[in-house]
């Protein structure tokens, strides 16, 4: 999912990122966080109180802290000493913050970015790009893997040649699709025999050229 993520950030960046999903993503955003259930979640939440270490604690704490990691900004080794100086219930403050996040916000940004990342791995970096240029929605992209499932490499081509309208279709597009490769591959093959009879011909001038 990570890589989904990473592809929506840095097609947004790019500025390929669809009118319509870049609108929706900060539909989203907006949405993401119910502000009276944080403020329900936040006066329920009991402040932890001070319990002050012991010597030998601190001494054992900074002993096991990796202080080049510390000097590069990372902090994580006092999270130890931390939790015990100010002992606090995680599990009773992720209950009570539950509500302050709208469950379907937090559904629908999974659904985008499994999707982009999905499309990636069966269609390649180009037709996760091509289909966050596309989509309106997560509804959208949802198709659009789907599609790549199908379609796997020739996904970036189909959606470049049929554009939004190869979400759009849905099942529809997969006939389209088959057609447009069939038509394709009659005209490569026509061109290929068009040409091999030409080099054919000319080889037969030529022979009977040098017999004469």
Same mark, same amino acid.
């Given at each position: 999912?990570?890589?989904?993520?990473?592809?929506?950030?840095?097609?947004?960046?790019?500025?390929?990122?669809?009118?319509?999903?870049?609108?929706?993503?900060? *539909?989203?955003?907006?949405?993401?966080?119910? !502000?009276?259930?944080? @403020?329900?979640?936040?006066?329920?939440?009991?402040?932890?109180?001070?319990?002050?270490?012991?010597?030998?604690?601190?001494?054992?704490?900074?002993?096991?802290?990796?202080?080049?990691?510390?000097?590069?900004?990372?902090?994580?080794?006092?999270?130890?000493?931390?939790?015990?100086?100010?002992?606090?219930?995680? +599990?009773? *403050? &992720?209950?009570?913050?539950?509500?302050? =996040?709208? @469950?379907?916000? =937090?559904?629908? !940004?999974?659904?985008?970015?499994?999707? +982009?990342?999905?499309?990636?791995?069966?269609?390649?970096?180009?037709? *996760?790009?091509?289909?966050?240029?596309?989509?309106?929605?997560? &509804?959208?992209?949802?198709?659009?893997?789907?599609?790549?499932?199908?379609?796997?490499?020739?996904?970036?081509?189909?959606?470049?040649?049929?554009?939004?309208?190869?979400?759009?279709?849905?099942?529809?597009?997969?006939? =389209? *699709?088959?057609?447009?490769?069939?038509?394709?591959?009659?005209?490569?093959?026509?061109?290929?025999?068009?040409?091999?009879?030409?080099?054919?011909?000319?080889?037969?001038?030529?022979?009977?050229?040098?017999? +004469?």
């Amino acid at each position: 999912m990570d890589i989904g993520f990473s592809l929506l950030k840095t097609t947004n960046k790019a500025g390929k990122l669809s009118k319509a999903l870049l609108m929706r993503l900060s *539909a989203i955003s907006v949405r993401l966080v119910d !502000v009276e259930g944080l @403020k329900r979640g936040l006066s329920r939440i009991v402040l932890p109180s001070f319990n002050a270490p012991s010597a030998a604690a601190v001494r054992t704490a900074f002993g096991e802290i990796d202080w080049r990691r510390a000097a590069r900004g990372d902090f994580s080794g006092f999270r130890k000493l931390i939790s015990e100086m100010l002992p606090m219930d995680i +599990a009773a *403050a &992720k209950d009570a913050l539950r509500g302050a =996040v709208r @469950k379907e916000a =937090v559904d629908e !940004v999974r659904l985008l970015a499994s999707s +982009a990342a999905g499309i990636a791995s069966d269609g390649g970096i180009k037709a *996760a790009y091509r289909a966050l240029e596309y989509a309106d929605d997560a &509804k959208d992209l949802s198709r659009a893997r789907s599609l790549s499932a199908r379609m796997g490499e020739k996904t970036s081509a189909v959606l470049r040649v049929l554009g939004k309208g190869a979400i759009k279709l849905g099942k529809l597009v997969y006939l =389209v *699709a088959s057609i447009l490769i069939a038509i394709l591959g009659w005209f490569v093959g026509a061109l290929w025999f068009v040409f091999s009879w030409i080099r054919t011909s000319r080889r037969l001038f030529w022979r009977k050229g040098e017999i +004469a």
